[in-house]
């Protein structure tokens, strides 16, 4: 049974995006056509179409123009654009996010990365405070569009310093708007958008996906293509439990799925894309579609991305469809190991998922 | 409160002085002014790095390991000269097989001290290990003048069970306790405060602080916050900048505009030396100097060790992306601190090429095997991981040790136990 219905299944994948497919249905042809893009190069191309587009998009960060980026995301931009757009800065995380601010306020539209958002910290006011208040505090009349944009979560092998998901910290300010993609039609898509967006953009990329290829369409390849943010998308359909995840999550999820529909368990997956605005609508629809939920994601427990999903479906109509309490799958609570076998037992497996999903439908 | 107070003493000051406001003449008084000392002029000119000349670079030995000026020869006994030298190139010999290790896959990071072994050195010896050292990470060579073994060396960057880290943290944070050697933290700049707080609570006991930080780390809020707290809090501690020339890809001269770090001290009111940091002896002799300083008058010092950072950023950084082969191979071989002072040494009598044989050939097979026994021991056994995230641990946690106990006594053949220490 297991063997018989898990072929279709990934040949109902294959057209959907997923990198495993390209590693294992490697005799799929529609699978060796399709266009490939990885998250690096859609970010990169996304931001080298809006400077393009903008003359008044710039680039600010640590190494972000002779060196092409820590990561490369920025490679080529500044043979380009040359200084004028494309600016390395001194090491102060709290100074370039602050002119970032001030720029943005009389007129232009930085993205500053962070060589990783574990850096941010040292920025904070300016991103919470400055960024994400000026709005309101000046009664409208003076707005930041700003892209906070760089590697944010788990790592590997960097310790508990370097490796850590900053979604629910941001995500609970109110004045930011908070992306966390997925694919590189999430990151092309939503930097595009964010770079476009009037207010203050907190882009959370994943420094693992970023050498990662996913499918991608030639509408999502053109310039006009824009995501919109606040819209989550179902990565996967089904009917026995919804699985809501953001970023490198989202991939731990649909393995999940993948294993659990050998099983005859159809799960629906959520890919949250922004984390504030929340797309509460498709959770809520799907969760009285499926009548279960589990949140997947790489941060901690406490005040999480999770928690914030549960507690809302808990004040909504939607609990009174939930046939099993809710569960989280979560970051474990405790500093990010060095140790490699720790750090994976730190972070969300597809075996967590599979027992969660298996614990709510109450099979074995 | 405090401005009230301030404000009647100038009131105070004024009426002493048989002044009414009236009468009060700016030309014919002395500015008195709360926020700074300072005549009066008419003349209206930009004060700039026009002003001054840039603080000059201090030097006891040329290139030629010949000392410059008798009178600032250190006199330091052989053994003392000796030891430096045999870190100095212990350092080297460490970082080839470490670095080459990370290449191999072995560890899973690692940064190279090439270059900057003169100011390691220099400025360890002219501490006591009662003395407290905030490092930022490029500083092995004080942990070894201080006495920090091969193997502990090897055992933090393997995260094995007799690292007193525990594995906790990626390679190169080490720590030392018993050395005084606070554990490197990543995120930059963040020991340069902290380094003011600890000087603050040493006042008056005959010790000082010595923080290490790179000329882009001087660009963080930290380090501002850190001179500035230092001044006014009177804290012995001597900030020690390794001016290296490269923050990662940025070269020092896209990371500020002034006259270096040592230029910034005078603002802060800190009593500043700029020494080459290639010359052991002038930084020996400076970090000497200002210890004295630090711990007579309680008042910070800083230090701007002049050198050039010969080795890459890190293992994660390819530094052939932002700077030519000629300038690296410039500084590793005619201004390279080490052949220099070796130099020193010979023209002293103190080394020759025999002993530089030996002497390589016993330090490459001490870090061999040292390197080799620290990758054979066994990981930190499993229940640590339960443990240091509270002083005492929680209940929770307590409940899913015991659980775990049970669990890996009863299954233990089902886990890879002998892997981890008993």
Redesign the interface.
Known sequence: MATLSSTPTMLNLASKASKLLSKRLFSTTKVATAKQMTVRDALNSALDEEMEKDERVFILG??VA??DG?YKVTRGLWKKYGDKRVI?T??????FAGVAVGAAMAGLKPVCEFMTF??A??AIDQIINSAGKTFYMSAGRVNVPIVFRGPNGAAA??????SQCYGAWYAHCPGLKVISPYTSEDARGLLKAAIRDPDPVVFLENELLYGVQYPISDEVLSKDFVLPIGKAKIERPGKHITIVAHSKAVETSLEAAKELAGKGIEVEVINLRSLRPLDFNTITASVVKTNHLISVEQGWPTCGIGAEILARIMESEAFYHLDQPAIRVTGVD??M???KS?EGAALPQVADVVKAAKKLMKVK | MALSKNVCVLFKRCFQNKLSFKYLSTHSQPPIFPGAKAEWTQKLEFTGTHSYSPLPIYQVLDQQGQIIDASEDPKLNSNILEKMYKDMTLLNVLDKILYESQRQGRI??YMTNYGEEAAHIGSAAALTTNDVVYGQYREVGVLLWRGFTLPELMNQCY?NAEDKGK????PV?YGSKNLNFVTI????TTQMPQAAGAAYALKGKNRVVICYFGE??A????AHAALNFAATLDCPVIFFCRNNGY????PAN???RGDGIGGRGPGYGINTLRVDGNDPLAVYNATRKAKEYAITESKPVLIEAMTYRVGHHSTSDDSS??RSKEEVDHWSTNQNPVNRFRMYLQNNNLWNDELEKKWLAEARKNVISAFEEAEKRP?PNWSE?FKD?YETMPDYLVKQMESMQKHVEQYKEHYPVKNYSK
Do not use: C, W
């Open positions: 640590e190494e002779l060196y820590a390395d001194p090491i102060t995380e709290m100074g574990n850096f910290m040292q092998g960097v310790g508990a310093q370097h405790t500093p190991p060095y140790t720790l | 899973s990071f995260g594995g906790r943290q990626m944070h933290s990543s995120p930059l882009g780390a660009s963080e809020g930290d923050a990662i890809s940025t896209e990371q500020y992306a932002y990981k991981m995230v």
